[in-house]
């Protein structure tokens, strides 16, 4: 038991295989997930509503050399500003954004599809204004691209980006609530 925890659980060869085998499948959406990645920061980055973008692919990231000579691919993560938006504003969009139905509700960015968070809100909700300010990282909307078509999340971003001031509080929490019935949610406040 002792040797178990302190080292893990062994694989059994069937289990091994499979995971083997799955390997080729798994890289392969990998790659094509950050091929799209990298088509919506492109997409994001000339964008006159988004202030600014992060991803390794965007020339101007202050790591792109560093990560071009260290890994074979750009990420499938990636945050931006809206312009001219606030912690509130941005939270906002973000929320807009999932009301599209592509994007989705991030607490994490696992999985196969692609999902948004509003960092403050999910990452940063107990550290104070001040630092996140001091460090930089205010006003980001997160996003993580998954297998959908890169034609149809910039569709998605860009309908956000000009509609999201036009939704109102309400619309998002009458969506929110429909979304809740609609999964089998239940608020237990």
Not at 58 to 74: A, F
Not at 121 to 129: A, G, I, N, P
Not at 132 to 147: D, M, Y
Request: glycine share 4%.
């Amino acid at each position: 038991q002792d040797l178990l925890a302190m080292r893990g659980g062994t694989l059994d060869w069937r289990r091994a295989e499979a995971i083997l085998k799955g390997f080729e499948e798994a890289d392969a959406r990998h790659q094509s997930r950050c091929e799209t990645a990298k088509m919506v920061a492109s997409f994001l980055d000339s964008h006159p509503l988004v202030e600014s973008v992060y991803h390794p692919s965007i020339p101007s990231h202050p790591q792109r050399k560093l990560i071009d000579s260290q890994y074979d691919r750009h990420a499938s993560l990636m945050s931006f500003r809206v312009k001219d938006a606030d912690e509130s504003q941005a939270k906002h969009f973000a929320d807009v954004l999932a009301m599209c139905k592509i994007f989705r509700y991030a607490g994490s960015f696992d999985g196969l599809t692609s999902k948004v968070n509003h960092h403050r809100t999910v990452s940063e909700y107990f550290t104070q204004e001040e630092e996140l300010e001091k460090a930089g990282i205010t006003r980001f909307v997160r996003l993580g691209i998954g297998t959908e078509a890169a034609p149809d999340l910039m569709a998605c971003l860009n309908w956000a980006l000009h509609n999201f001031q036009k939704v109102s509080e309400e619309e998002v929490l009458e969506w929110q609530k429909a979304r809740e019935s609609e999964l089998g949610i239940r608020d237990e406040r």
